[in-house]
């Protein structure tokens, strides 16, 4: 250990962190301070959806600091303006609103309905969220997520979002009144184990905001920017949300967000909605470089081919080691543990010699996979293998 642990004592203590450190990291591999190399399928939580330090980043980050790094938030400025005329391009939005973080991207689609909602439905501010879902880490959107334990934390909470049940459009129905503003969910429920939305019950959930006219809110902080094998996820389920959120992969690492709107929702006024660092140049001219590679021809071919090779090397796990199975879409995926070993086997993948392998278990009795999108054939082969042992040895 090339570290003195004392040297981490500095830092607040949020999370039990292993003895580690890591000092690089290159495409699917990240390397520690003695020289260990780790199979990286957590990449930052679905963030670096290029791989670590990928070139395009890099070039784009050196080139734009050369040039201008923040003029402020009140000018405009030119990779902010490029950035949301490709995601308006490619999108079904029209506006664009960049910021910093997931939770910030979401907390402004919760502003952007509450304001909507003063305008358009006499003061109306209820949004349905759901059990289980995850929105950030704000006050209001841990308000927002249904996970267990979190309505206890930091009260006094804040008010207006009641919840639902996942794939359960009635349930949504009996929620829906007076005070009802929107519905907003994440399309395939990511830290609740990696539970996909049906089809049905988003073509529901469009439907039934429509007949009621309050607005859908989709929160694809993970599952958009090619995660799922198109740019965003609710395209595979055929509809239209009025506004989204993106964050994670926009930035392939670096903290970029972004809050998507269509026009007629677009009601907020000089002075509501703002923050120091939003669309600085710095961060939306990466985000230019990394939606200008998923755009590649053949790139979401490749994620979608990746995909099935994962999915279908997960099954033959399943089936070898006697394991419920396996789910997810493109290459947001979950194996299902027949036992509560989520934990122990990510810390032995991670302990493995010569070379580790970092995997990620949201739940207890399951595994989650969020590789690189350009992770290839073989790393997918090497980690199936790794794992294989892995679950022999249990
Ligand atoms: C990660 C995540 C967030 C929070 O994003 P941060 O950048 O960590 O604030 C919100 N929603 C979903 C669905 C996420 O996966």
Redesign the pocket.
Known sequence: MKFNLKETHALMEITARPDLVFVAGHGSWLQDGDGKSYLDFVQG??VNCLGHSPQVVQKALAEQAQQLVNPSPAFFNLPSMKLAQMLVEHSVFDRVFFCN????A?EGAIKLARKWGRKNRSGAHEIITFVNG????TLA?MAASGKAGWDQLFSPKVPGFPKAIYNDLESVEALIGPQTVAVML?PIQ??AGVIPATPAFLQGLRRLTQEHGILLIM?E???GMGRCGTLFYHEQAGIEPDIM?L??GIGAGVPL?ALLAKKEVCCFEHGDQGGTYNGNPLMTAVGVAVLEQLLTPGFLECVRERAIQLSNGLQVLAQHHGLPGERGVGLLRALMLSDASGGSIVKKARELHPEGLLLNSPRENLLRFMPALNVSAAEIDKMLEMLDGLLSHR
């Open positions: 939580w679905a973080t997931g939770a910030e979401n995850f929105h950030g880490r959107t994440e990511g830290e929160d902080v993970q599952t959120s964050a994670k967000a």
